[in-house]
């Protein structure tokens, strides 16, 4: 069992940058491949990235370019670095933990390849 507790999120404007952080608890975040989900109100769930234990990342089209994430598996926290931001940006998001091995042809990039799930802070951007 594994629970995940997010924080950061908020309002910032267009151009501006946020950082979330996702600590674990129950298990080491190491054996697990780490992914950011968002989602908008009447939308579905949006993968965002997924990361490695190694710090491989695998990136939507939506973040490439803006979004970085990084793993400090010593305080078994990983981060969300948010950069450029866009209003189209606006949603929850989401980190979660896959038990899924690690391709960096076919990292799990799907809702149901992940088990456990943080509480999903908020992000707004102003236009």
């Known amino acids: 069992q594994v629970q995940l507790v997010e924080s950061g999120g908020g309002l910032v404007q267009a151009g501006g940058s946020l950082r979330l952080s996702c600590a674990a608890s129950g298990r080491s975040l190491s054996d697990y491949v780490m992914g950011w989900f968002r989602q908008a109100p009447g939308k579905e769930r949006e993968f965002v990235l997924a990361i490695s234990w190694s710090n491989s990342t695998y990136y939507a089209e939506s973040a490439m370019g803006r979004f970085t994430s990084s793993r400090d598996n010593a305080r078994n926290t990983v981060y969300l670095q948010m950069n450029s931001l866009k209003p189209e940006d606006t949603a929850v998001y989401y980190c979660?933990?896959?038990?899924?091995?690690?391709?960096?042809?076919?990292?799990?990039?799907?809702?149901?390849?992940?088990?456990?799930w943080g509480q999903g802070p908020q992000v707004t951007v102003s236009s």
């Open positions: 979660a933990a896959s038990p899924r091995l690690w391709s960096s042809a076919s990292p799990p990039k799907f809702a149901y390849e992940y088990n456990y």
